[in-house]
């Protein structure tokens, strides 16, 4: 992800609330890699945590949790649109309903791939389909030709 969406990430990251637990991880990550002690790290100002956030070589955990929280934050309307076009229950972009979404059939998937692929910016697109690959292979398996090119 390029520096300016990393930012944005770690920000949506640090501001949700419900991320308590992944936040501490977060502070933990952070003074590891500068050397300083995590009570130090959780009192600087939001500003220089997401800042280091944002610049410092992730762990996958983290660099998913980075990226689901920028889609929440800054790519609600592309969310929104995908899941409608496949007909999966969701709240503003978020997926409602019981249990795992299974794979969409091939044909729902791709027109659902084609109405947002002509709607949103072409790197937005790619970079959430690779997102939800990489949340659940099995499920988004038809996805990956869409943002592997």
């Not at 990393?6 to 933990?28: C, I, V, Y």
């Not at 945590?49 to 592309?78: I, K, M």
């Not at 249990?99 to 910016?121: H, I």
């Amino acid at each position: 992800m390029p520096d300016e969406l990393r930012t944005q990430g770690a920000a949506a990251f640090f501001a949700d609330e419900s991320l308590k637990d992944f936040h501490r991880a977060a502070e933990t990550f952070i003074a590891r890699h500068k050397n300083f002690r995590p009570a130090f790290i959780r009192k600087l100002p939001l500003e220089k945590r997401v800042f280091y956030l944002a610049h410092l070589p992730l762990t996958p955990d983290l660099a998913s949790q980075l990226l689901v929280s920028y889609h929440f934050a800054q790519q609600r309307p592309l969310m929104t649109a995908f899941l409608d076009a496949l007909g999966i229950p969701n709240d503003n972009g978020l997926i409602t309903g019981e249990g795992e979404v299974g794979p969409p059939d091939e044909a729902t998937l791709k027109a659902a791939v084609a109405a947002v692929k002509e709607k949103f910016p072409a790197e937005d697109v790619q970079r959430y389909f690779a997102t939800l690959y990489a949340q659940n292979p099995e499920a988004w398996a038809g996805l990956k030709a869409a943002f592997s090119r």
